[in-house]
C-alpha cells in the first residue's frame, strides 16, 4: 500500500464514521474516500460530501436560506443535503456534521485565462442572483451575518501590529521569524496607514449604505471553491459567506488571482471586463478595490496566525510562507503602482 500524507490528518480522525452515524444520517455507504478536509460517501443516492462545520445551528439554517434565495436565480451554487428529518445539519457526539451532493467536474485552474473569465462571471452572476436578499431576513439575522467593517479591520491590525512589536522587541532572543518581522512591520504599519487614508477618501460608507450594491459575499473564492463541468462554473463552500458590498467579494478573487501571476496588473482588467459582462462595478467601487488591495493582508494574516497560535504549522512552514510573501512585496508595490495608470479613469 502507498503511503499517504495527509495534511489535514488531524481534522480527518475527528469525523466518526461507525455505522450507527451513517443510519443516523439516513445514507446507506458503499464507500469512502478522504479528500482534504471532508469524506467523500459513495452512496446508493450517488455521491456526497461529508464535512464538519463549527458554525452554529443558526448559521448554517442561514447559509441554507441564502442559497435557496440565490438558486431561484442562479442555480450554479452548492445546497445541502436535508436529512431525514429535513435538517442540514446532523450533531453527533459534540461535532457537527453537514452533507452536500457531489459536483462531477475539477476544480478551477487560475493559471488559465479561460478559466479566471468564467469565474469572474459565475461571481458575478452569484452576486446578481442575491440582490434583494436583505428584505428577506431579520435585522438581527442582517447585522449578524453581516461583514466586518473596512475601517475598523484596518485600525485593529494597526493596533494589533504595533502590541506585536512592542513584544518582541523586548524579547532577548529572537528566532527567524521574529527578526524578519521586526525588519518589515514599520514598513507594513505605514502602509496600513496609506489604506486608511485612501479609505478615507472613497465613498465607503454611502457604498455601504446602497442595498443595490449589498450582496451575499463568499469570501473564500479559492480555486478549489469553483467546479469546472465544460463551460459551467459551479461555487461551493459558503461557510465563510457575509452580507456585503461585492466588491469586497471581487477583490477576495483578485488577490487569490494575481498572485499567480506575480500580481499582474492586466489580470486585474481581465478579471473586471468578465465581471462587467454580467453587472457592471461603478468608478467608487473600483476605488474602493484598489483600497482593499492596497492593504497588507498577508503580512498581517500570517504574523497574527504565528504570534496567536492561530495555526498548528511547524516552525519551518511559518518561516518560508513568510519569506514568501515577503519576497512578493516588490511585486505588490509594482501592482499598486500599475493598478493606478491602469484605471486611471477612475481616479482622475
Not at 111 to 120: A, G
Not at 230 to 236: D, T
Request: some cysteine.
Amino acid at each position: 500500500m502507498n503511503k499517504l500524507r495527509y495534511i489535514d490528518k488531524k481534522i480527518l480522525c475527528k469525523y466518526d464514521l461507525s455505522e450507527e452515524f451513517f443510519e443516523n444520517l439516513g445514507v446507506e455507504i458503499n464507500d469512502i474516500v478522504p479528500l482534504r478536509k471532508v469524506f467523500v460517501l459513495v452512496t446508493s443516492e450517488g455521491k456526497k460530501i461529508l464535512k464538519i462545520v463549527n458554525s452554529t445551528e443558526e448559521r448554517l439554517e442561514f447559509i441554507d436560506k441564502s442559497l435557496d434565495y440565490i438558486s431561484k436565480r442562479y442555480s450554479n451554487v452548492l445546497s445541502y443535503y436535508k436529512n431525514k428529518n429535513n435538517k442540514v445539519y446532523e450533531i453527533w457526539k459534540g461535532e457537527t456534521y453537514v452533507l452536500l451532493d457531489m459536483i462531477d467536474g475539477r476544480e478551477a485552474t487560475f493559471s488559465n485565462p479561460i478559466e479566471i473569465n468564467l469565474c469572474s462571471k459565475a461571481i458575478a452572476n452569484m452576486h446578481l442572483a442575491s440582490k434583494g436578499i436583505l428584505d428577506t431576513m431579520d435585522e438581527d439575522i442582517v447585522i449578524e451575518n453581516s461583514g466586518e467593517n473596512l475601517i475598523r479591520v484596518m485600525n485593529d491590525s494597526y493596533k494589533i501590529l504595533e502590541n506585536i512589536k512592542y513584544n518582541v522587541n523586548k524579547y532577548r532572543y529572537k528566532n527567524e521569524f521574529d527578526k524578519m518581522f521586526i525588519i518589515n512591520v514599520d514598513y507594513n504599519l505605514k502602509e496600513i496607514e496609506k489604506s486608511l487614508e485612501f479609505l478615507a477618501l472613497s465613498d465607503y460608507n454611502n457604498i455601504l449604505l446602497n442595498k443595490s450594491k449589498m450582496v451575499l459575499c463568499h469570501n473564500d473564492l479559492a480555486h478549489h471553491n469553483f467546479i469546472i463541468d465544460g463551460e459551467e462554473v459551479k461555487i461551493i463552500d459558503f461557510d465563510y459567506c457575509k452580507f456585503d458590498t461585492r466588491v469586497v467579494d471581487v477583490a477576495n478573487y483578485t488577490l487569490k488571482v494575481i498572485k499567480n501571476f506575480a500580481y499582474d496588473s492586466k489580470k486585474v482588467k481581465a478579471i473586471l471586463d468578465s465581471y462587467n459582462e454580467v453587472e457592471k462595478l461603478d468608478n467608487e467601487e473600483i476605488r474602493l478595490l484598489y483600497v482593499i488591495l492596497s492593504f497588507p493582508k498577508d503580512f498581517v494574516t500570517i504574523v497574527t496566525d504565528y504570534y496567536y497560535k492561530q495555526k498548528s504549522w511547524d516552525e519551518d512552514v511559518f518561516i518560508n510562507r513568510f519569506k514568501s510573501k515577503l519576497e512578493n512585496e516588490t511585486h505588490r508595490k509594482e501592482f499598486l503602482n500599475n493598478f493606478i495608470q491602469e484605471f486611471k479613469e477612475y481616479f482622475y
